[in-house]
């Protein structure tokens, strides 16, 4: 039997030391760093394509193996955390062997099952999150040149009707609802010392500044529903950037720009490797409502 390797773990600090072990932006080994869907957001009964970044200290695997599932099993009023114990296990519904991508269609009882409704007074409905949104969550299994099976998961955003809202409420929000969209990586940058440098002629052992841009439009305007108040509010998306490396460290594993905040970039410092080499770097966007994209670099040291 192969030996499971999960990205998720719980740690109470309680009169305990706490292992300092590599960085969460170090890669070390093969990993699934991110799962991408196409569209982020779907109503039951539309067509989804999923895609995996997998990621090795020696770049990004291409056509890794995989297994692909829905997460079928809902928590329960006991359960904490993004996922049911049960979708670790046999509560999920299988969508076959893949590479890197998949495609499926949203399950029918998705609303039920992740959403706001519920069958059981046993089952606790998902909360929605802080832009009013449920998710449906697919598991994706990576069989690992180590002998690993590595498990990780991803979150399709969920279109739902309303629940508890006025009748008028509900008719305004459909009107003005927008469905999400994935942010798109515009761009990445270096200065060394505050002068622009190439990706591929980095000094050995510098501190290098780098900057993602994106687009203005990747930081959406939305509605949700506003249950306190029983009525439709306006936001705008924050974006977040997670960064990760096969070589050197970052100052920050994670960046980002918060609501309020109109640029359209965010920085990191790296500290390249003292020696002459190729690091392999990436980087994945992602929106405040579950929108994800992500890109690879080579950086080379000189």
């Known amino acids: 039997m192969r030996k499971l390797a999960f990205f998720a773990t719980t740690c109470v600090l309680v009169a305990c030391i706490p292992e300092l072990g590599p960085r969460e932006s170090f890669v070390g080994r093969t990993m699934v760093l991110a799962v991408r869907a196409e569209p982020p957001e779907s109503k039951p009964g539309e067509p989804v394509t999923y895609e995996a970044l997998v990621a090795s200290p020696e770049g990004t695997i291409v056509a890794p193996r995989t297994q692909w599932a829905f997460c079928a099993t809902p928590k329960l009023l006991t359960e904490n955390g993004a996922v049911s114990p049960s979708c670790l296990a046999d509560g999920v519904v299988a969508l076959g062997d893949a590479s890197a991508n998949v495609q499926a269609v949203t399950p029918s009882d998705a609303c039920l099952l992740f959403g706001p409704e519920t069958r059981s007074a046993d089952l606790r409905p998902r909360d929605p999150d802080t832009t009013g949104g449920f998710y449906l969550p697919i598991r994706v299994t990576l069989a690992a040149e180590d002998g690993e099976a590595r498990v990780a998961f991803g979150f399709e ?11 008028d409420v509900v008719r305004e929000f459909a009107a003005r609802y927008v469905a999400n969209g994935n942010p798109s990586i515009a761009s990445l940058a270096a200065e060394v010392g505050g002068s622009p440098v190439a990706l591929d002629a980095i000094p050995s052992g510098a501190s290098v ?28 998306e924050s974006l977040r950037a997670s960064w990760f490396t096969s070589a050197g460290s970052f100052d920050d594993d994670r960046t980002g720009r918060r609501r309020d905040e109109p640029e359209t970039f965010t920085t990191n410092t790296w500290h390249a490797p003292g020696n002459a080499t190729v690091t392999h770097l990436w980087v994945i966007l992602r929106d405040e409502r579950g929108g994800t994209s992500f890109a690879s670099y080579d950086l080379v040291t000189r």
Do not use: H, I, K, M
Request: with cysteine; hydrophobic share 40%.
């Open 157 to 167: 955003r969920l279109s739902c009707n309303l629940a508890n809202a006025p009748a």
């Open 209 to 236: 500044t780098l900057r993602l841009s994106w687009q203005p439009e990747d930081a959406e305007s939305y509605v949700l529903f506003d249950p306190a108040n029983q009525s439709v509010v306006s936001g705008r």
